[in-house]
């Protein structure tokens, strides 16, 4: 079995083939799809060439199935989706909507992992402290 991503709201299944695929939407109106990597740490992003990604801009993200925003309590700035793996063990995945911010945090537990430059930004909201 691979990896699988999911909507933590109605379960549905985010990623297609190579690419996870989410509805996203700027403060000033702009919507279209993104494809991100599975591969957490991988910031390579995907978009219509009409609907650009700007650095240091924040973006909602929405199921594109139940279109849920995909949000997290912990901090206005994280999205949130389920990535279940091999072994069928869920883990949350925590990242950032700014673009350009590289910021994933996956947590299953006590248990978690850490990727990006940017990983400590959003550790004080997630009640972990960084890897020793």
């Known amino acids: 079995m691979k990896t699988h991503f999911i909507c933590p709201r109605c379960k549905g299944y985010l990623d297609v083939g190579e690419q996870i695929i989410l509805a996203a939407n700027t403060?000033?109106?702009d919507a279209g799809l993104i494809l991100l990597s599975p591969e957490l740490g991988n910031y390579t992003v995907k978009t219509n060439s009409q609907f650009k990604i700007n650095i240091g801009e924040k973006y909602d993200f929405y199921c594109p199935v139940c279109h849920e925003k995909l949000a997290t309590d912990l901090h206005d700035n994280l999205s949130k989706v389920i990535l279940i793996d091999e072994n069928n063990i869920n883990y949350e995945i925590l990242?950032?909507?700014?673009?350009?911010?590289k910021s994933t945090y996956k947590i299953v537990g006590e248990s978690f992992e850490?990727?990006?430059?940017?990983?400590?930004?959003y550790l004080n909201f997630i009640n972990l402290s960084e890897l020793k």
């Open 95 to 101: 990242f950032s909507k700014i673009a350009g911010e």
């Open 27 to 29: 403060e000033h109106n």
């Open 114 to 121: 850490l990727f990006g430059d940017h990983k400590s930004k």
